[in-house]
């Protein structure tokens, strides 16, 4: 059974920083690598990309909102990606999920369409106030 636990979400201030886990289990790595990361819900609005990684090469891609703010990391193990988040704004508040789908290196890309991930989470909430 492949298991993806997101962790890590709380309610802060404007300003704070905060890093999201995410533990990946049962999921056999595609030989050209998988596309891992994480996406936003907030409420009333569409699911949407924030950062991913490509897990044969590192490589990273980022939203707009999250350049220069997260960062996206994973273990050499492969079980567990973090986004590390500074200067978090009230925009950032939604759910947070992480979500894996089989893509060769550069066919990553937070404009996934959500119906196309492979494997979802369950979310941890983020709530950041002004």
């Known amino acids: 059974l492949v298991q993806l636990a997101e962790t890590g979400g709380d309610s802060v201030q404007a300003g704070d920083s905060l890093r999201l886990s995410c533990s990946v289990s049962?999921?056999?790595?595609?030989?050209?690598?998988?596309?891992l990361g994480w996406f936003r819900q907030a409420p009333g609005e569409d699911r949407q990309g924030v950062a991913l990684?490509?897990?044969?090469?590192?490589?990273?891609y980022y939203a707009d909102s999250a350049k220069g703010r997260f960062t996206i990391s994973q273990d050499n193990a492969k079980t567990t990606v973090y986004l590390q988040m500074t200067n978090l704004k009230p925009e950032d508040t939604a759910m947070y999920y992480c979500?894996?789908?089989?893509?060769?290196?550069?066919?990553?890309?937070?404009?996934?369409?959500?119906?196309?991930?492979?494997?979802w989470g369950q979310g941890t909430q983020v709530t950041v106030s002004s």
């Open positions: 990684i490509h897990t044969s090469g590192r490589h990273t």
């Open positions: 979500g894996i789908y089989r893509a060769a290196v550069g066919m990553c890309t937070v404009r996934r369409n959500p119906s196309l991930i492979d494997v």
């Open positions: 049962g999921y056999t790595y595609n030989g050209n690598g998988d596309c």
